[in-house]
């Protein structure tokens, strides 16, 4: 904190977290820590911790108090959960608890799992911010089967009328790249060849994961990267069969000689 003087430090040190739609409370409430030292830095004892351990269980209960309350600190905890096994940006888990306090205030959740429609609100901050993440990636780190967060995301889509942007897919170029290690060459005329597929209109209706990948593949052919199919259908998470489909009508239209 240089160049503040002792009462802007002393304001700043009182100040906590800034307030976050992904807390249940949203961060305003103040909550009683885990304390094992007094302020003299001693062990206190047994009986002191119980008695802290039962304020805090009560001061949990009190700020809990309805149905929308439980909701949302069940949900939260699930976000923050679920977000950290996909390391999501503090971006896509604001965008996620919006949606989901959106969707439980317009009665959209009820009679629904928890679980399924909080997976199914991340996947659509991702689709929002335009952050590369596929559906199976959310589905494989969640206890809800992928059927059934994509019938939860096509309800939010409709009951809260959220439009999400089209997934291009020179956007998941470098998510696959990274993860085959192939380098920034391979990687720009992978965006290059995308960019001549948009414009013939061949990508039209088409997996953004599989066209990503299968350009990728063509890029590796043409720089002379050494890259199987299976490597960077496993890296996208496609099929070998997606890549050979769509390996065939690139080359078909863009580049016989590819």
């Given at each position: 904190m240089e160049g503040l003087n002792q009462t802007e430090r002393d304001k700043r040190a009182r100040v906590g977290m800034p307030p976050?739609?992904?807390?249940?409370?949203?961060?305003?409430?103040?909550?009683?820590?885990?304390?094992?030292?007094?302020?003299?830095?001693?062990?206190?004892?047994?009986?002191?911790?119980?008695?802290?351990?039962?304020?805090?269980?009560?001061?949990?209960?009190?700020?809990?108090?309805?149905?929308?309350?439980?909701?949302?600190?069940?949900?939260?905890?699930?976000?923050?959960?679920?977000?950290?096994?996909?390391?999501?940006?503090?971006?896509?888990?604001?965008?996620?608890?919006?949606?989901?306090?959106?969707?439980?205030?317009?009665?959209?959740?009820?009679?629904?799992?928890?679980?399924a429609v909080m997976a199914a609100s991340i996947y659509i901050a991702y689709r929002v911010t335009r952050t590369p993440m596929t559906l199976s990636e959310i589905a494989s780190n969640s206890s809800i089967d992928k059927k059934e967060i994509a019938r939860c995301y096509r309800l939010l889509l409709k009951e809260l009328n959220i439009k999400v942007p089209i997934q291009k897919a020179q956007f998941s170029v470098s998510k696959v790249a990274s993860k085959?290690?192939?380098?920034?060459?391979?990687?720009?005329?992978?965006?290059?060849?995308?960019?001549?597929?948009?414009?013939?209109?061949?990508?039209?209706?088409?997996?953004?994961?599989?066209?990503?990948?299968?350009?990728?593949?063509?890029?590796?052919v043409m720089n002379g990267e050494k890259r199987t199919q299976k490597d960077i259908a496993e890296a996208a998470g496609v099929t070998e069969v997606t890549i050979r489909n769509r390996y065939k009508e690139m080359r078909k239209a863009l580049n016989p000689d590819m």
């Amino acid at each position: 904190m240089e160049g503040l003087n002792q009462t802007e430090r002393d304001k700043r040190a009182r100040v906590g977290m800034p307030p976050s739609l992904s807390i249940y409370d949203k961060g305003l409430s103040t909550m009683i820590g885990p304390i094992y030292r007094d302020a003299y830095g001693r062990n206190i004892s047994q009986e002191k911790k119980f008695q802290l351990f039962r304020l805090r269980r009560w001061q949990r209960m009190s700020t809990v108090k309805g149905s929308e309350d439980r909701n949302l600190s069940l949900a939260m905890g699930e976000l923050l959960m679920l977000t950290d096994r996909l390391h999501a940006s503090r971006a896509v888990k604001e965008q996620a608890a919006f949606i989901y306090r959106r969707a439980l205030k317009e009665g959209v959740i009820r009679g629904r799992s928890i679980a399924a429609v909080m997976a199914a609100s991340i996947y659509i901050a991702y689709r929002v911010t335009r952050t590369p993440m596929t559906l199976s990636e959310i589905a494989s780190n969640s206890s809800i089967d992928k059927k059934e967060i994509a019938r939860c995301y096509r309800l939010l889509l409709k009951e809260l009328n959220i439009k999400v942007p089209i997934q291009k897919a020179q956007f998941s170029v470098s998510k696959v790249a990274s993860k085959v290690e192939l380098g920034e060459e391979t990687q720009r005329k992978a965006v290059e060849i995308l960019g001549e597929a948009d414009r013939l209109k061949i990508t039209v209706g088409k997996d953004h994961m599989g066209l990503a990948a299968s350009a990728l593949y063509i890029a590796c052919v043409m720089n002379g990267e050494k890259r199987t199919q299976k490597d960077i259908a496993e890296a996208a998470g496609v099929t070998e069969v997606t890549i050979r489909n769509r390996y065939k009508e690139m080359r078909k239209a863009l580049n016989p000689d590819m």
